[in-house]
């Protein structure tokens, strides 16, 4: 498994976007599909809503992906 971490500079940040900004999707449209077909899970539970707000914390799961979600001042640590 490939584990990743995304350093958030805001907020939130939607989950298609996530996907499509790490490029483990070809398109917006890919993970839209995806994420509808429940094939990415967020903190452990399948999430089927495309926009869904990840925050600093969040975990989401997909294919032989990771995404672990930090807060941008935390990104520079292990």
């Not at 790490?22 to 999430?47: F, M």
Request: aromatic residues 4%; positive net charge.
């Amino acid at each position: 498994m490939t584990v990743h971490r995304f350093a958030l500079r805001g907020e939130f940040i939607p989950l298609n976007d996530l996907l499509k900004l790490l490029g483990l999707v070809p398109s917006g449209g890919a993970a839209k599909a995806l994420i509808a077909e429940g094939a990415v899970a967020v903190d452990g539970e399948v999430e089927t809503r495309i926009r869904r707000k990840l925050r600093a914390g969040a975990v989401v799961r997909f294919a032989d992906e990771e995404v672990r979600v930090v807060a941008a001042d935390a990104a520079h640590q292990p």
